[in-house]
């Protein structure tokens, strides 16, 4: 897992997602899926449209789940807040694809760790069995 913060006033989700991508060649795992987890509070408001990162990661096989983190924290320059943005609807129609995917929103920051561990059930639970984790 990698995990990129920062304390911009900005969000690139579609930055993000590019950055991704290239990490999934030659990295030394052969996996059966490719995913990129993508969580935060704000929706893509920097770097090209995250449709358009989205799709060619998809096109490439790589599956984007969302886990948009809801709550009512004041944004600044007076734009709403993630609740009154509806991030978790924004993360199901702009930000995931690929075959399976989900969105897994924590309706605050609190519930992250909740969501965090749902998602990683689901993901599991999922799982053919027979199948196995990727190794080196």
Request: net charge negative.
């Amino acid at each position: 897992m990698i995990t990129i913060t920062s304390s911009a006033l900005q969000t690139s989700i579609s930055g993000v997602i590019d950055f991704a991508v290239p990490l999934f060649d030659g990295n030394g795992y052969a996996g059966e899926r490719l995913v990129i987890d993508v969580s935060g509070d704000g929706p893509n408001n920097r770097g090209r449209p995250v449709t358009a990162a989205r799709d060619a990661a998809v096109t490439r096989g790589i599956v984007i789940n969302g886990l948009p983190i809801l709550n009512d924290r004041p944004q600044p320059f007076d734009l709403p807040t993630p609740m009154e943005v509806g991030l978790d609807r924004y993360y199901a129609e702009q930000v995931i694809g690929g075959p399976g995917s989900f969105v897994l929103p924590a309706q605050d920051f609190v519930d992250f760790r909740t969501a965090i561990l749902n998602k990683l059930i689901r993901e599991i639970a999922a799982r053919p069995p027979g199948t196995h984790v990727a190794t080196r």
